[in-house]
């Protein structure tokens, strides 16, 4: 007779998600997964198969917590000034352990020239990124808010960028001030 699991899959797979997130793919053993997930070994293979997989399913986790967040407070913004500022705030602030930065940067900084899977993972999480900044850019350009001298695409591309710049800059000692600087200078600069 199988025994029922004595664990919650959601709580260890974030469990999992933030050493990973913390610590790196390379720098995180399995030993490491299994202390710090409180699960036996056999367990992690048997329900998340093997170390690539279980950081696979991590990414994944932090990419729909991040996407759903951002989305909700998009939503809920009433100008696309509003909005964009949201996605700035949210980024420089992040959550997750002091200079964590954002996972799927580290992930794709440390990863993406060698592994097919975060590559592929990291150019679709990025382009549903982009997307979103573009459609608050289209909203913006359509109130009247944001410059129409540039279309949506290129200024949401340039906005990406900006923000994965302020995500590895957010792993390092530099002030939040000095990021929220840069995160205003780049919306004034597509103002109208």
């Avoid at 990973?20 to 710090?36: A, C, I, P, R």
């Avoid at 367990?43 to 986790?61: C, I, Q, R």
Wanted: glycine content about 6%; charged content about 25%; hydrophobic content about 40%.
């Amino acid at each position: 007779m199988a025994r029922s699991k004595e664990f919650e899959e959601s709580v260890v797979l974030d469990k999992a998600m933030r050493l990973f997130w913390e610590q790196g793919y390379e720098k995180t053993s399995m030993t490491d997964l299994v202390n710090h997930m409180g699960i036996h070994r056999k367990s992690l293979y048997d329900t998340f198969g093997d170390k690539h997989t279980l950081f696979l399913k991590s990414v994944d986790l932090y990419d729909h917590k991040i996407s759903s967040a951002l989305a909700a407070g998009v939503k809920r913004s009433k100008t696309a000034t509003e909005a964009l500022q949201f996605i700035f705030l949210s980024l420089i602030h992040g959550e997750g352990p002091p200079a964590s930065g954002c996972f799927i940067v580290n992930s794709t900084v440390e990863l993406a020239a060698r592994d097919d899977d975060m590559n592929h993972r990291s150019t679709e999480m990025f382009a549903n990124t982009e997307k979103l900044i573009k459609d608050i850019i289209v909203w913006g350009q359509q109130e009247g808010e944001f410059t129409t001298e540039y279309n949506a695409e290129v200024l949401a591309e340039y906005l990406h960028n900006v923000s994965i710049g302020l995500r590895g800059m957010s792993k390092t000692s530099m002030t939040k001030e000095k990021l929220l600087r840069i995160a205003m200078l780049s919306m004034d600069l597509i103002r109208r």
